[in-house]
């Protein structure tokens, strides 16, 4: 049951108070409204604070501040170096706190209304090669319990194309090895079914056969790869893994969380993939999210054609 709307906003001397309980309440209903990722909430919850801390001390309420507040933010964070992309972040997130604040009746107009957004160009993803692809798979020592868990993952992250939230959640009972399926929870709870391919599957059975039960000794738990205590892994740990193995495999290049996830993509694409299938695949509701990768792919083919023909 939703809560009743919000008609005044009650102040203490600082207004942290009251400021912090709206915010509460903004991420409890944009949550309850798209169901946002934990992840996603914390960006909204960190853009807002950062606002307010540079409003208080200039006897602004986060709440009621104007359009020309807004902008003098703006601003002060572009001279102190914050990018457009970063700008367009933060932005985004006090349109839809302000729009929250417009329809719950406190406020009577929209101070982001009339400011645009910076103009950003849109980054191509960084991906591996399938050479370095093949480095980086092959880094961790599989005689180790905990580097064959590391081999696993790598291998089942490159075969499915998963987010690291996703793969770190993923659990025993959502792995099918005899249809050679994982059914994962994405983004908005939306579910989807995934091909896990030969090669995963292999080190999959190996895993759950022997150093699986290694790692956990005596402990129970349903997520497919726990930690030596028995926990799941968190996003900051496996990001350190995967630091540590490019390292080891000589990959020069800065890496993202997402980097495995973009080579999924874009090999699936440079070998003939249709587009809507590696959308379905990477569980994104938008095509057009999906058509960056063509871009990549298309780089890709002029890097070959300019290497391998005879008047590139």
Same mark, same amino acid.
């Given at each position: 049951?939703?809560?009743?709307?919000?008609?005044?906003?009650?102040?203490?001397?600082?207004?942290?108070?009251?400021?912090?309980?709206?915010?509460?309440?903004?991420?409890?209903? !944009?949550?309850?409204?798209? #169901?946002?990722?934990?992840?996603?909430?914390? @960006?909204? +919850?960190?853009? /807002?604070?950062? &606002?307010?801390?540079?409003?208080?001390?200039?006897?602004?309420?986060?709440?009621?501040?104007?359009?020309?507040?807004?902008?003098?933010?703006?601003?002060?964070?572009?001279?102190?170096?914050?990018?457009?992309?970063?700008?367009?972040?933060?932005?985004?997130?006090?349109?839809?706190?302000?729009?929250?604040?417009?329809?719950?009746?406190?406020?009577?107009?929209?101070?982001?209304?009339?400011?645009?957004?910076?103009?950003?160009?849109?980054?191509?993803?960084?991906?591996?090669?399938?050479?370095?692809?093949?480095?980086?798979?092959?880094?961790?020592?599989?005689?180790?319990?905990?580097?064959?868990?590391?081999?696993?993952?790598?291998?089942?992250?490159?075969?499915?194309?998963?987010?690291?939230?996703?793969?770190?959640?993923?659990?025993?009972?959502? !792995?099918?090895?005899?249809? #050679?399926?994982?059914?994962?929870?994405?983004? @908005?709870? +939306?579910?989807? /079914?995934?091909? &896990?391919?030969?090669?995963?599957?292999?080190?999959?059975?190996?895993?759950?056969?022997?150093?699986?039960?290694?790692?956990?000794?005596?402990?129970?738990?349903?997520?497919?790869?726990?930690?030596?205590?028995?926990?799941?892994?968190?996003?900051?740990?496996?990001?350190?893994?995967?630091?540590?193995?490019?390292?080891?495999?000589?990959?020069?290049?800065?890496?993202?969380?997402?980097?495995?996830?973009?080579?999924?993509?874009?090999?699936?694409?440079?070998?003939?993939?249709?587009?809507?299938?590696?959308?379905?695949?990477?569980?994104?509701?938008?095509?057009?999210?999906?058509?960056?990768?063509?871009?990549?792919?298309?780089?890709?083919?002029?890097?070959?054609?300019?290497?391998?023909?005879?008047?590139?």
């Amino acid at each position: 049951m939703s809560e009743a709307p919000i008609k005044s906003v009650d102040t203490d001397a600082t207004g942290t108070r009251s400021t912090e309980a709206i915010i509460d309440r903004f991420l409890d209903a !944009i949550w309850m409204e798209r #169901g946002l990722s934990a992840n996603t909430l914390e @960006a909204y +919850r960190a853009d /807002l604070v950062c &606002l307010n801390r540079w409003l208080t001390p200039r006897h602004i309420s986060l709440v009621y501040a104007s359009r020309s507040d807004l902008l003098a933010f703006i601003a002060w964070r572009t001279e102190q170096g914050a990018k457009p992309r970063s700008t367009a972040r933060q932005l985004s997130s006090f349109r839809r706190f302000y729009r929250f604040l417009l329809r719950e009746s406190v406020i009577q107009e929209d101070p982001t209304l009339k400011i645009e957004m910076p103009s950003i160009g849109r980054s191509l993803p960084q991906s591996l090669s399938e050479n370095e692809v093949e480095a980086l798979l092959s880094a961790p020592n599989v005689g180790d319990p905990l580097g064959h868990r590391d081999r696993t993952m790598l291998e089942v992250l490159y075969a499915t194309g998963l987010r690291v939230s996703e793969l770190i959640n993923l659990k025993q009972s959502e !792995i099918n090895l005899n249809q #050679g399926v994982a059914r994962v929870v994405g983004k @908005a709870d +939306r579910e989807r /079914l995934i091909p &896990l391919g030969e090669e995963a599957q292999s080190w999959l059975r190996e895993f759950i056969a022997g150093p699986r039960t290694e790692i956990l000794l005596e402990r129970q738990t349903d997520y497919l790869f726990p930690t030596r205590r028995g926990d799941r892994m968190t996003r900051q740990a496996f990001w350190h893994i995967i630091k540590r193995y490019a390292k080891q495999a000589d990959i020069g290049r800065k890496l993202s969380p997402h980097t495995l996830r973009h080579a999924f993509a874009t090999h699936l694409l440079n070998n003939g993939a249709d587009l809507r299938v590696v959308q379905m695949l990477l569980g994104h509701s938008d095509l057009s999210t999906t058509q960056i990768y063509t871009h990549v792919a298309r780089e890709r083919m002029k890097e070959l054609h300019s290497e391998h023909h005879p008047r590139g």
